[in-house]
């Protein structure tokens, strides 16, 4: 595991999990999503991958378990979800 994952990944899992009142204060902008999660869900994984430098409007891609999130800058992050109705992060990967 390398270092950005190694530390990523308690990032990740403490931003979604941190609650809802921690992202009430800005909304990320969404410019694409074809994901089937909730409003909720979509937010809490485009925050936590702004906080992990991808730049605003945000696109969420689904594939094969594998949630790409990319945005204006030229990082971008892979969460392993799995195929679930909610995201169930097993890693992340930003570059």
Do not use: H, W
Not at 30 to 52: F, L, R
Not at 78 to 88: L, S, Y
Request: aromatic share 6%; with cysteine.
């Amino acid at each position: 595991m390398n270092k950005t994952q190694f530390f990523a990944l308690p990032v990740a899992a403490l931003a979604l999990f941190a609650g809802a009142n921690a992202f009430a204060a800005k909304e990320i902008k969404i410019s694409g999503n074809n994901t089937s999660y909730s409003e909720a869900d979509v937010q809490k994984v485009a925050a936590t991958a702004v906080s992990m430098g991808v730049k605003e409007p945000v696109r969420l891609n689904l594939a094969a378990g594998n949630l790409t999130v990319s945005g204006n800058s030229s990082t971008k992050c892979v969460f392993k979800v799995g195929n679930g109705p909610t995201p169930q992060i097993q890693g992340v990967s930003c570059k």
